[in-house]
């Protein structure tokens, strides 16, 4: 790591280039703050990265729903009033995805390498940091969920508390000429966003052999010392269906709200396939993450209707996710109680998703900036998306933490009665939280002046 005796004053230090690290970088540095980020890609890649750009993504290439009353919609709203870097380059690199945000992945990551490396106030170094700044320095880490364990055990010491940890699993990726277009229809369930998605239909027999088949799979076994810890919102799919033979038509091969139109009817099934690039020529399997090797996925997943012959630009697999027990270990202005010049950020606080992950690296940068000038750090209003997760993540009782994704469940309540003592229905209720988190979030930004300090 480059000698230390260089921070001093308005100077931060960035640990990790993903999204959470590339928005605290840029909103400190916007805010005249010199940023150092460092990101040890490509001299050392993760078990599931690929490259050596800022905001890779190696999961899916969604960002999830765009629907304004809706959680991940009010988040995404929110960060583009506090101007993030992430939201602005993903609108970008849009592709179709019906009613989600989902991106061409290298364009995506492309755009924000370029836009940080071209800022005035940050450079960046790809190295690996092994140990975490000294308690003199000014830090955000926001290694990620794939952090080393180098700087896992750097982390766990100064926090003094043991970390969690949970298994993350990738969905196959198919190229799209090779998909039977014969036997697939496009459309978005209930109409909604035309047609965007491509979904392979099944009858039931189709189904069972599926079923059975994925059931016998083979899958990567787990080290004897891993205990796996799966977070809800991204189980593998054959671990949904260990649950039981009809689980995954109430998850991701539901057929409701789809209909063939060759046939006019509903199938037994659907598997939905979502665009990876702005081209087509790459679709990724919805809700198909999955653990079983990748001769096995070449096997069951080419059972699926309209993939007999189909061909995997990359093939699904399991990668561990590094979590901390944020509750005992970080304030609600994501500083370390144990060393408060230390912020965290991303996924590694407990946030699930690129979004809300951003959203933190967003906060840290801004808390950091506001610090290193003197500066009290801000905790923005419960009522927002981005104070709703501080309350979860910082608020939750410690020894049932687990991960979250921004929903309706983290806000405080509303009143939900109306004239004549009836209740609200839920969409004007979901409206009424999206009018008063916008109205508070603008109160907030006003008061702390939060964009009269960025100067880009």
């Not at 140990?131 to 955000?140: D, G, L, R, Y």
């Not at 009817?265 to 653990?291: D, M």
Request: with cysteine; proline share 6%; charged share 25%.
């Amino acid at each position: 790591m480059t000698n230390p005796d260089q921070y001093s004053g308005k100077k931060l230090i960035v640990i990790g280039g993903g999204l959470a690290g590339s928005e605290a970088a840029w909103q400190a540095a916007s805010r005249g703050i010199e940023v150092t980020l460092y990101e040890m890609r490509p001299v050392k890649l993760t078990p599931a990265h690929e490259t050596g750009h800022l905001a890779e993504l190696v999961c899916s290439n969604s960002l999830g729903s765009l629907n304004p009353i809706s959680g991940p919609g009010l988040l995404k709203e929110e960060l583009r009033r506090l101007g993030s870097l992430i939201i602005e380059k993903a609108e970008a690199a849009a592709v179709p995805a019906g009613g989600a945000l989902a991106v061409d992945r290298d364009q995506f990551s492309k755009a924000i390498s370029d836009a940080i490396k071209n800022h005035p106030n940050i450079t960046v170094l790809h190295e690996e940091v092994k140990e975490i700044p000294s308690s003199e320095q000014t830090a955000v880490v926001s290694s990620g969920p794939l952090t080393s364990e180098a700087l896992t055990a750097s982390l766990k010491a100064a926090a003094n508390e043991e970390h969690l940890y949970f298994y993350d699993a990738i969905s196959p990726i198919v190229e799209a000429d090779s998909i039977n277009m014969d036997v697939v229809f496009r459309a978005s369930r209930y109409g909604k966003g035309g047609d965007d998605y491509l979904n392979c239909p099944m009858d039931e027999a189709q189904y069972d052999r599926f079923y059975d088949a994925l059931m016998a799979g083979e899958r990567v076994k787990a080290k004897s010392f891993e205990k796996i810890n799966y977070f809800e919102g991204c189980l593998p799919i054959e671990v949904l269906a260990e649950r039981g033979k009809k689980t995954p038509l109430f998850g991701p091969m539901k057929p409701v709200g789809l209909v063939d139109p060759r046939t006019g009817k509903q199938p037994f099934a659907v598997v939905q396939l979502r665009a990876e690039n702005a081209y087509g020529t790459a679709y990724s399997l919805v809700g198909f993450q999955t653990k079983l090797t990748w001769p096995e996925q070449r096997r069951v997943f080419k059972l699926i209707p309209g993939l007999e012959d189909v061909s995997f630009l990359r093939l699904g697999s399991l990668h561990r996710n590094t979590f901390l027990n944020s509750p005992r270990l970080l304030s609600e202005t994501l500083q370390l109680r144990t060393q408060p010049g230390l912020f965290l950020a991303g996924q590694i606080v407990g946030v699930e998703g690129y979004v809300e992950s951003s959203a933190m690296g967003g906060l840290a940068g801004l808390n950091a900036a506001r610090i290193l000038s003197g500066e009290d750090a801000v905790v923005p209003p419960e009522t927002t998306a981005h104070g709703a997760l501080i309350q979860y993540i910082t608020k939750s009782d410690p020894s049932f933490f687990q991960p979250i994704n921004t929903n309706f469940g983290l806000f405080p309540p509303v009143e939900t009665l109306q004239k004549g003592r009836r209740k609200m229905k839920k969409a004007d209720r979901y409206q009424k939280i999206v009018n008063r988190a916008l109205e508070d979030l603008s109160k907030w930004m006003i008061q702390y002046r939060i964009l009269e300090d960025i100067s880009r």
